[in-house]
Every structure is written in C-alpha cells, then in structure tokens.
C-alpha cells in the first residue's frame, strides 16, 4: 500500500499509485483566529477523514491584516469575519502600504500553525501552507471592492505596482518561513482576479503576473504547490505561466475548461471534481459517491487529485457522511477511531 506522500508524488507526476490521493477544506471561522484552535480543527479533520494531504485553511484575512487592514470575528463558525477598516482604500493608505509590513503576528501565527500541523501529522501526509496572490490581498485591503481595486490599478499604477510589489515580497518571505516550517509547498490562490471578464489576460500580465512570480518564486524550494484559480472564465494561460505542480480550479463555474482538458494541454497535474456546495454540503453520500466517480472516469485517475474545485462552503455543515464518501470513492474505508 502506497502512503499519501506517495499518492500525491505520483499524480504531480501525471500517474497514480495505488489509487487517486484525495483531501477536501474549508473555513471554520470561529476557529480561525488562535492558533491552537486552528491546529487542532486542521488535525482532526485529517486524521477523522483519512485525507492523503491537507491544505491549512489559514484566517483569510491575515495577509492582508499584515498591512493594516481589520477585520473581528463574527462570532460562528459558518459566517466571515466582519470589517472593521480595509486598510486600502485610499491614495494615502496605498502609500503606507509601499512602505512594507504593518504587523507581522498575523502571518507569524499561521507559520507556527503549519508547524505544529506538520509536527502532528508527520512526514507521510504532505501540507500546503495558503499564500493569496499580491492581487487578491490589495482585493481584500480595498474590503474586497473590485471595481475600487481595479479603479486604483487605473488611476495610480505607479502606486499601487510599488504597493504590491511590497505585498510580493512579504509573501515570498512567508512562503520560506513556511516551507522551513516543514509544509510540502503552498497552495496559491488567485482569486477574484483570474476571471477573464474582470481582468482580461493582457491586462494581469502586466498589472499582477510579475508580482505574483515575486511572490511563488519561494515555492521552488518546495516539491508540491498547487495554482488556485478561482471563479468563473479563468485565465487557463496563468497555468503554464506560474511555476506550480498541479492545478485547482471549479470546473462548475461558467466557462471553465474540464479537468483532462488542462492536465492534457499543460501537462500538469490537476485537483478538483466536486463543487464547492452541491452535493458535498447540500446532497447525499451517494450524490457526493457519484460525482466523484465521474470525475475518476474523466481522468482515469492519472495525475488527479481528487479534491473540490474550492473550499467547501460552509465546511462546518458539510455532513461527515459526505466528505466519508468523497474519500470512499479513490477505495479508503473511514479509520477506526
């Protein structure tokens, strides 16, 4: 029998091991914001579910609370944090921005979570650390007002390309400190600017790639990250444009190609199958069993992870049987307790 780390190893290397590895994610909010709590809910999760890697669902909005902005718990395990100041917003925010790291603690704390996680866990079962883009952390200093964000691209390119440029480095400065940490690599999410009808190609190759190349060039020092292109119309072409193992993306969102359609064009592995809701959160352990067989069928399990195509929302009220039965699809059985 193959272990995760070998599972996955195969399917970066478009083949497979003894079957398919798989894993799922998604927020707990209200355990999120301690460290402890965060460790804990990460491991359980792991070991309950007999998942073959894990993706550490860090509080999303500390990269951009490393820059100022504030958000406060909204006190439930299923709703996001509140904002309080998005800490971008403005010409004068922007230039504080350009000035480097407000605070640190906040991506400390999710370096010594992927620490302890990796410690429990141990060598066999591979964990990404998340790393937004430097794109989607000025989304979420802007309060995650896109029109703002790409209104500020426009008006003050000078500006915000030395905002990001900052933002760039600090998330290169994370990925290290995580992979030093022990994670296999990270997975990187684009999100919501991979949309083609936001941003098109052209424009992200001049606005954002060259910040995100800053920022994933870090991961090489790692042997597993993972690309997440978020939403619908992605820019498929960022795929063969950032140095990743594998790709994650929806193939349920509108205008988003198939899963052997991406690993066959580019080579390169692929994680996803389900949809972030339904059935995973909303159906049955048969529905959750069908859609990912078909998704196996789609690829013959060769260089697919099998995973949904997004955190699963909301995590919290995805029924155990459920994720049981993703993971029952690649053949395991739920672990004795």
């Given at each position: 029998?193959?272990?995760?780390?070998?599972?996955?190893?195969?399917?970066?290397?478009?083949?497979?091991?003894?079957?398919?590895?798989?894993?799922?994610?998604?927020?707990?909010?209200?355990?999120?914001?301690?460290?402890?709590?965060?460790?804990?809910?990460?491991?359980?999760?792991?070991?309950?579910?007999?998942?073959?890697?894990?993706?550490?669902?860090?509080?999303?909005?500390?990269?951009?609370?490393?820059?100022?902005?504030?958000?406060?718990?909204?006190?439930?395990?299923?709703?996001?944090?509140?904002?309080?100041?998005?800490?971008?917003?403005?010409?004068?925010?922007?230039?504080?921005?350009?000035?480097?790291?407000?605070?640190?603690?906040?991506?400390?704390?999710?370096?010594?979570?992927?620490?302890?996680?990796?410690?429990?866990?141990?060598?066999?079962?591979?964990?990404?650390?998340?790393?937004?883009?430097?794109?989607?952390?000025?989304?979420?200093?802007?309060?995650?007002?896109?029109?703002?964000?790409?209104?500020?691209?426009?008006?003050?390119?000078?500006?915000?390309?030395?905002?990001?440029?900052?933002?760039?480095?600090?998330?290169?400065?994370?990925?290290?400190?995580?992979?030093?940490?022990?994670?296999?690599?990270?997975?990187?999410?684009?999100?919501?600017?991979?949309?083609?009808?936001?941003?098109?190609?052209?424009?992200?190759?001049?606005?954002?790639?060259?910040?995100?190349?800053?920022?994933?060039?870090?991961?090489?020092?790692?042997?597993?990250?993972?690309?997440?292109?978020?939403?619908?119309?992605?820019?498929?072409?960022?795929?063969?444009?950032?140095?990743?193992?594998?790709?994650?993306?929806?193939?349920?969102?509108?205008?988003?190609?198939?899963?052997?359609?991406?690993?066959?064009?580019?080579?390169?592995?692929?994680?996803?199958?389900?949809?972030?809701?339904a059935p995973i959160v909303t159906g049955t352990p048969e529905q959750v069993r069908?859609?990912?067989?078909?998704?196996?069928?789609?690829?013959g399990g060769l260089g697919h992870l099998l995973t949904p195509g997004c955190s699963?929302?909301?995590?919290?009220?995805?029924?155990?049987?459920?994720?049981?039965?993703?993971?029952?699809?690649?053949?395991?059985?739920?672990?004795?307790?």
């Amino acid at each position: 029998m193959s272990t995760s780390r070998e599972r996955v190893a195969a399917a970066l290397a478009l083949d497979r091991a003894d079957r398919p590895p798989v894993s799922a994610w998604g927020h707990t909010y209200d355990r999120e914001w301690a460290g402890d709590s965060l460790v804990e809910t990460t491991v359980a999760g792991a070991r309950s579910f007999g998942f073959d890697f894990v993706k550490l669902q860090i509080r999303a909005t500390c990269f951009a609370e490393a820059f100022g902005a504030r958000w406060r718990p909204s006190g439930s395990a299923q709703a996001e944090p509140v904002l309080e100041r998005g800490g971008g917003t403005s010409v004068e925010d922007w230039r504080r921005i350009a000035g480097g790291l407000s605070a640190r603690e906040p991506l400390e704390m999710q370096v010594e979570v992927i620490r302890r996680v990796v410690e429990e866990l141990g060598p066999d079962l591979p964990c990404l650390q998340t790393v937004f883009s430097p794109g989607m952390v000025a989304w979420y200093l802007t309060g995650r007002d896109t029109a703002l964000l790409l209104r500020l691209v426009r008006d003050e390119p000078d500006l915000l390309r030395a905002g990001m440029a900052k933002i760039a480095l600090a998330l290169a400065s994370f990925t290290q400190d995580s992979l030093a940490a022990g994670a296999a690599g990270v997975f990187y999410a684009v999100n919501p600017l991979a949309d083609t009808a936001l941003v098109a190609p052209s424009d992200y190759a001049t606005c954002f790639l060259p910040h995100d190349r800053t920022a994933i060039e870090a991961a090489s020092e790692g042997w597993f990250t993972m690309l997440h292109l978020c939403g619908p119309r992605i820019d498929v072409g960022l795929v063969d444009r950032l140095p990743t193992e594998c790709v994650n993306w929806s193939t349920h969102d509108e205008g988003n190609p198939s899963l052997a359609e991406v690993r066959d064009r580019f080579g390169r592995a692929v994680a996803g199958g389900l949809h972030r809701r339904a059935p995973i959160v909303t159906g049955t352990p048969e529905q959750v069993r069908a859609e990912a067989l078909a998704a196996l069928e789609e690829t013959g399990g060769l260089g697919h992870l099998l995973t949904p195509g997004c955190s699963v929302s909301p995590w919290p009220a995805a029924p155990p049987g459920n994720v049981e039965a993703l993971v029952g699809a690649v053949g395991v059985s739920r672990p004795l307790p």
